[in-house]
């Protein structure tokens, strides 16, 4: 381990694959090996990781012998049935997908907020979602201050949430809208360009999609708050990457908006950009390719005594994504 | 009056007074006589009305003589200089600014929710802001039904909304974008293609915008409501026309999903979509170009007793601006 670990990546050709080796490279994390993985149609090309070509290699447990962690962005079907072999193996395992989140067994990690719980792991590590973590975020400092008791949370989701092919997809129809072309849905169930799209992910029976129901249980899980009260809504717009939330959080003791601005000021991870009369709050394009989560528009709720309403935007790629699990990799080699 | 009335439309080269021209024909408003107006350097051009050019007149208390009713759409400052002169000279006024709006001589009109309180005007009366038209028409069916006491509304606002510049602007960053060329803020204060804004109008000191703020008062004026408690959040979004809002409404008497269904179903002026079996919804660009306000994403609020949530969406320069100024004008025919 002297010498640096070996790492594999599945799903690197995706989008959050490809992040996640930048951002192994940027925070010059100890890699002795890397071994990438994708889909059978990968197999045969390969990604660049520190200059260096790498074959993408075809899935299977074997090719895990070795491994000592393992990045894992291809999707919970993928997840379900390989992160156990790979544990087997003798990897542990970053989960970026949904399929082990909920489980009381796999922490799930935001290494600001719950770097604790990581200690605890049988193997496999859950990143949260990508609208979730750049939700929670803030949340943390505010309720160690004064106690959550209510969140409503509205999200404007990029579409680099979808992966390559929601990214391509926008490209493909703002392009065809600059040639006057038709703009076709392919990979959304509806139009993205100049659109916007309320529902991601599948119905349940309430109303409420998966996306939604993630935001609600996974937020109560980083928190440690199973009775955490969250209004969910999410709608994905005509950007490419960075997720933004619009929040208004509820505490037993009221925080002030300077207070806050504090609180989040301090908050490792996050950034303050809160100067209205400089025309100065988060945006998409300004936090794009940055690590933190940036957070302004800090206002005292008007319609609760103790409410207090903000605006939040972080690389869903980046933070949302690829950085958090290398925080969490992080995490594990130094314990 | 038999044969007609004399209209006059100011602001006639704008988006909202060009959209006024198409509704009072679609309509078929009896329209005697038209006079356009715009600002100095537009007298000379004409627009079109049934076909026919309508040549624009300099905006002068003068030309005014003989009008029954002006709509006026060309921004407060225009509104408050000559609106009480154009009243003095015998017209009725429906100004579209926000320059009359909380006055409280001042009718705040949306037809199917107050149309009794343009019974009372003295010459002027005010359309409201167009994102508050959009999320005034559903709370009022639910507030009819269950008393409204608190309402958490987020916006995602089109473009249009700041005009045709900003109908401009839209276009020509993502047309610079598509030939890789630098995209260049001009009438926003920051980029708006592949890009949220989340700021429109000035901010006061307590961190809120004057946008917000028209939200919250002129809700609570238009409902007859001066205590509702509101919380608003307005965001610039890239989409052309048709504003959109995530509102949670709270109620004294609980509301169930399938009785605010029922409720927004029979409520003139809105239309239900809500079927998410089918992926149906209301989305901005299939409102573009219709007269309702449409409404799904219909559920009850996990984070409240008798809370509600819900995505309504409607088209800025229609029922948000044009199609209800054109409707306070019929309320006065009628009456």
Redesign the interface.
């Known amino acids: 381990m002297a010498s640096g670990l070996c790492i594999a990546v599945v799903g690197a050709t995706g989008a959050a694959g490809q992040t996640t080796l930048r951002i192994l490279e940027e925070r010059k994390f100890p890699v002795r090996e890397l071994r990438t993985f994708a889909s059978e149609r990968s197999v045969g090309k390969s990604v660049t990781f520190r200059g260096e070509p790498v074959a993408i290699r075809r899935l299977e447990p074997a090719a895990f012998r070795g491994v000592d962690i393992a990045f894992f962005s291809a999707g919970s079907a993928q997840a379900r049935k390989y992160a156990p072999m790979i544990v087997k193996a003798g990897a542990t395992v970053i989960d970026k997908s949904n399929a082990f989140r909920m489980d009381p067994d796999v922490p799930l990690v935001v290494p600001e907020i719950n770097a604790h719980a990581a200690r605890g792991h049988h193997g496999i590590l859950a990143c949260p979602n990508c609208t979730t973590i750049v939700t929670v975020m803030p949340l943390k400092p505010l309720h160690d201050a004064g106690r959550l008791t ?3 949370a ?1 999200s ?1 989701q990029a579409v680099s949430g979808a992966g390559v092919n929601g990214i391509a997809e ?1 490209r493909e129809q ?2 065809a ?2 040639r006057g072309e038709p703009l076709v849905p392919r990979h959304f ?3 993205i360009a ?6 991601i992910d599948t ?1 349940g029976p ?3 999609t998966g996306e939604e129901m993630k935001l ?1 249980n996974e937020t109560r899980k980083i928190l440690e708050l199973p009775g955490l ?5 999410t ?1 994905r ?4 990457t960075s997720h ?1 939330i ?1 929040v ?1 959080a509820e505490t037993e003791v009221k925080i002030t ?1 300077a207070h806050a601005r504090d609180l989040f000021e301090r908050f490792p991870g996050l950034t303050l950009w809160d100067d ?2 400089r ?1 100065r ?6 936090v794009e390719g940055q690590d933190d989560c940036f957070v ?9 005594p103790n ?1 207090l ?1 903000f ?1 939040v935007v972080g690389d869903q790629l980046r933070k949302g994504a690829a950085t958090n699990a290398v925080q969490i990799a992080e995490l594990l080699l130094r314990s």
Chains 1, 2 share one sequence.
């Open positions: 209510r969140v409503i509205t404007f926008l703002t392009l809208w600059a169930p509806h139009q100049f659109n916007l799209v309320p529902a119905f309430d109303g409420y609600v009260r969250v209004a969910p809504t709608v717009v005509p950007v490419f933004s619009a208004t908006a209205p009369a025309q709050y988060p945006m998409p394009v300004a302004g528009r800090i206002r005292e709720d008007l319609s609760s409410g309403s605006w």
